[in-house]
C-alpha cells in the first residue's frame, strides 16, 4: 500500500501567515488521486482540495493543493483563525486508499 | 442540507459485536457509495471499507476480512457498519463518509459523519 508522510507535525502560525503542509507518498500516485481534508475537533472532516489541485465546492480561494507524483503540497495562504484544524492527504489511485497521519495547524 | 448522522457511542467487551449506523439525510443513500474509516486513539486515519452505490458490492480493508461487514437499509436511508470479535485494538472513532468520485481502485469522501467512538474494553 501507499504509505503518506505528512510533515511538519505541527504548525504553529499567526493570523495572516502562510502555511505549507506536506504530503509525500511511498510511491508515485497515479493520475494525482490526492485530496485534502480539514478536520476540526467533535465536526466531520471537509474536503478541501481533490485531484491534488482542485478546490471543493466553498472553499475559500486562500487553499491551494499543488504537486504531482509523491509529492503534494497544501498551502493555506493567509491564515485566520477559524483555520486551526488537522489537516490530512488521501490519495485514492492505489487499493486501499491511504490517509497521512496529519498535520496540525495552530494560529497563535 | 446534506448530513450523514452516526450513532452514538458503544463500550463493548472483548469478543463482542458492535453495530454502527449512519443515517443519510438531504440525499438518497444509493446515489452514493459509502465508506467507514476508524481513527484510533493517537493514530490515523484507516479505511475501513465501502459499499458501492449501484449493485451493493462490498470491499474491506485485507485485515478487518472476515470481522466486518458493512450494509444499507435504503427504506431507512441508512448505512452499517458491523464488526464482530471484537478486541481492544479496535477501540476507534468509527466516520461513514460519502464516495465522491471513485477511480478503479478507491475513492475520496465529498460528506463525512461526526464519527461514533466504539470503545472494547474489559
Known amino acids: 500500500e501507499i504509505v503518506l508522510t505528512q510533515s511538519p507535525g505541527t504548525l504553529s502560525l499567526s493570523p495572516g501567515e502562510r502555511a505549507t503542509l506536506s504530503c509525500r507518498a511511498s510511491q508515485s500516485v497515479s493520475s494525482n488521486y490526492l485530496v485534502w481534508y480539514q478536520h476540526k475537533p467533535g465536526q466531520a472532516p471537509r474536503l478541501l482540495i481533490y485531484?491534488?489541485?482542485i478546490r471543493a465546492t466553498g472553499i475559500p480561494d486562500r487553499f491551494s493543493g499543488t504537486g504531482s507524483g509523491t509529492d503534494f503540497t497544501l498551502t493555506i495562504s493567509r491564515l485566520e483563525s477559524e483555520d486551526s484544524a488537522v489537516y490530512y492527504c488521501q490519495q485514492y489511485g492505489d487499493s486501499p486508499g491511504t490517509f497521512g497521519q496529519g498535520t496540525k495547524v495552530e494560529i497563535k | 442540507q446534506v448530513f450523514l448522522v452516526q450513532s452514538g457511542a458503544e463500550v463493548k467487551k472483548p469478543g463482542a459485536s458492535v453495530k454502527v449506523s449512519c443515517k443519510a439525510s438531504g440525499y438518497t443513500l444509493t446515489d452514493h457509495g459509502i465508506s467507514w474509516v476508524r481513527q484510533a486513539p493517537g493514530q490515523g486515519l484507516e479505511w475501513v471499507g465501502w459499499?458501492?452505490?449501484?449493485?451493493?458490492?462490498?470491499s474491506y480493508l485485507q485485515k478487518l476480512q472476515g470481522r466486518v461487514a458493512i450494509t444499507t437499509d435504503t427504506a431507512t436511508s441508512t448505512a452499517y457498519m458491523e464488526l464482530r470479535s471484537l478486541r481492544s485494538d479496535d477501540t476507534a472513532v468509527y466516520y461513514c463518509a460519502r464516495h465522491r468520485y471513485c477511480s478503479s481502485s478507491s475513492c475520496y469522501f465529498d460528506l463525512w459523519g461526526r464519527g461514533t467512538l466504539v470503545t472494547v474494553s474489559s
Open positions: 459499499i458501492s452505490a449501484d449493485n451493493g458490492y462490498t
Open positions: 485531484g491534488a489541485s
